[in-house]
């Protein structure tokens, strides 16, 4: 059962994303907008995040055979994943996301060289939990300006993605639980939701003009 | 406190303005793109300047006085930039 929703979780996020990030990038190459560069850069890691892991499930299905998704590529696509949230984030202006001094710079990523990558994937999770956190508070804020009904759901897309992965955080401590079948179906709620007002765009007449680049 | 407009938005209301809102036939002054778009003359120039050799606004000479109005690709623009506002106003960002 779970493979299966895991399987399905992977797929849908890789075609969301997928769809979201396309979507963006044209509206990059037609208005050559800063913003819709950073969101393609955030579906589509989002996307390649899913597809990695996605991919590691149909290997072990078809070719290891072992029971269990190598560790590892879990954790590439998580990563690439928390690089999409964190782009998303990164749009709603995070100025203070990186130690200003150099000498915390340095030091920060130390810790990545000392822990395995079970321990890595959980600290990824984490900071995708606090990225998605802040882009869902960002985005309903927003919804106090434009009044657009579109931002609440992408809000509660981004919110129910957060909650489904503190879930999967969580049910590392009861590991025979039904919390990880949870987590992976509000994760999957969450990219439905997050898909809804993106598809009711009209994108019909637009097509690719290259002399709009250097607007 | 007056709303932070991106440059894209400032590009967007200057294209709404020779679009559907022109004082006549022969296109729009820049003294009433100032007015309408509210920005400064030296950055409206540069922006106009930009927009006529990317070939979204036709500049024509009327009245002595220079005179713009949108060009057939300046109106596709401003259709995908409408759209994309709509799809950034989705994630509560502005394009």
Same mark, same amino acid.
């Given at each position: 059962?779970?493979?299966?929703?895991?399987?399905?979780?992977?797929?849908?996020?890789?075609?969301?994303?997928?769809?979201?990030?396309?979507?963006?990038?044209? #509206?990059?190459?037609?208005?050559?907008?800063?913003?819709?560069?950073?969101?393609?850069?955030?579906?589509?890691?989002?996307? #390649?995040?899913?597809?990695?892991?996605?991919?590691?499930?149909?290997?072990?299905?078809?070719?290891?055979?072992?029971?269990?998704?190598?560790?590892?590529?879990?954790?590439? #696509?998580?990563?690439?994943?928390?690089?999409?949230?964190?782009?998303?984030?990164?749009?709603?202006?995070?100025?203070?996301?990186?130690?200003?001094?150099?000498?915390?710079?340095?030091?920060?990523?130390?810790?990545?060289?000392?822990?395995?990558?079970?321990?890595?994937?959980?600290?990824?999770?984490?900071?995708?939990?606090?990225?998605?956190?802040?882009?869902?508070?960002?985005?309903?804020?927003?919804?106090?300006?434009?009044?657009?009904?579109?931002?609440?759901?992408?809000?509660?897309?981004?919110?129910?993605?957060?909650?489904?992965?503190?879930? #999967?955080?969580?049910?590392?401590?009861?590991?025979?639980?039904?919390?990880?079948?949870?987590?992976?179906?509000?994760?999957?709620?969450?990219?439905?939701?997050?898909?809804?007002?993106?598809?009711?765009?009209?994108?019909?007449?637009?097509?690719?003009?290259?002399?709009?680049?250097?607007? | 406190?007056?709303?932070?407009?991106?440059?894209?938005?400032?590009?967007?209301?200057?294209?709404?303005?020779?679009?559907?809102?022109?004082?006549?036939?022969?296109?729009?002054?820049?003294?009433?793109?100032?007015?309408?778009?509210?920005?400064?003359?030296?950055?409206?120039?540069?922006?106009?300047?930009?927009?006529?050799?990317?070939?979204?606004?036709?500049?024509?000479?009327?009245?002595?006085?220079?005179?713009?109005?949108?060009?057939?690709?300046?109106?596709?623009?401003?259709?995908?930039?409408?759209?994309?506002?709509?799809?950034?106003?989705?994630?509560?960002?502005?394009?």
């Amino acid at each position: 059962m779970e493979f299966l929703l895991e399987n399905i979780l992977n797929l849908v996020g890789f075609l969301v994303g997928l769809a979201i990030g396309v979507m963006s990038y044209i #509206g990059f190459r037609n208005t050559g907008s800063p913003t819709l560069f950073r969101l393609t850069i955030a579906f589509l890691s989002i996307s #390649g995040g899913f597809f990695v892991i996605w991919s590691g499930y149909m290997l072990e299905d078809f070719v290891i055979k072992s029971g269990n998704i190598e560790r590892g590529i879990q954790t590439v #696509g998580i990563v690439i994943q928390t690089v999409g949230y964190f782009f998303i984030a990164f749009s709603h202006s995070i100025k203070s996301f990186f130690p200003k001094s150099n000498y915390f710079r340095s030091v920060g990523i130390l810790p990545f060289f000392l822990v395995s990558t079970v321990q890595l994937e959980h600290i990824f999770r984490s900071i995708s939990f606090i990225l998605l956190v802040y882009g869902a508070i960002e985005t309903m804020l927003s919804y106090r300006d434009n009044r657009n009904k579109g931002a609440v759901s992408v809000a509660l897309g981004l919110a129910l993605l957060a909650l489904g992965e503190f879930l #999967g955080w969580y049910s590392f401590v009861f590991p025979e639980s039904i919390l990880y079948t949870v987590s992976m179906t509000i994760k999957i709620a969450g990219l439905v939701a997050l898909f809804i007002p993106v598809s009711k765009v009209p994108l019909k007449k637009i097509k690719f003009d290259d002399d709009l680049d250097k607007i | 406190m007056g709303e932070y407009r991106t440059q894209m938005k400032i590009i967007g209301d200057i294209l709404h303005t020779t679009r559907d809102d022109l004082q006549d036939e022969d296109g729009a002054t820049v003294t009433y793109l100032i007015r309408k778009a509210n920005i400064s003359h030296s950055r409206i120039s540069r922006i106009l300047k930009t927009l006529v050799s990317q070939g979204l606004l036709e500049q024509a000479d009327s009245q002595g006085s220079n005179r713009y109005k949108i060009s057939p690709s300046g109106r596709e623009f401003l259709q995908a930039y409408n759209s994309f506002t709509k799809f950034a106003d989705n994630f509560g960002l502005n394009i």
